[in-house]
């Protein structure tokens, strides 16, 4: 079974960045899409923020381009994501998830809080 452990979150005010990490138990996330998601109390579910597709193509969500990048360190078995000029609307829970199947979003870790303040 593949465990995925994000880190990195926390408070920050407006105009500060942070970096988030996320990494997997027994796969090797190089032969995989990744991406980052957020949800906010006052929504369900959760929301694309930034997919680092297999194929190599990057995908952004129209608020968070030219702010936020993903990467992948693949001798660490790392994906990133860094996040600049945050603003207060950037406040969530932060998720990372692997699509290893080809389909589906299969494997989500436990979220990391990210709160930036006025």
């Known amino acids: 079974q593949v465990q995925v452990v994000e880190s990195g979150g926390g408070l920050v005010q407006a105009g500060g960045s942070l970096r988030l990490s996320c990494t997997a138990s027994g796969r090797a996330f190089s032969r995989y899409s990744v991406g980052w998601f957020r949800r906010v109390p006052e929504k369900e579910g959760k929301f694309e923020v930034a997919i680092s597709w297999k194929s190599g193509r990057d995908h952004y969500t129209d608020s968070v381009k030219g702010r936020f990048t993903i990467s992948r360190d693949n001798a660490q078995n790392t994906v990133y994501l860094q996040m600049n000029n945050l603003k207060p609307e950037d406040t969530a829970v932060y998720y990372c998830?692997?699509?290893?199947?080809?389909?589906?979003?299969?494997?989500w870790g436990q979220g990391t809080q990210v709160t930036v303040s006025a």
């Open positions: 998830a692997a699509d290893t199947e080809g389909t589906s979003w299969n494997y």
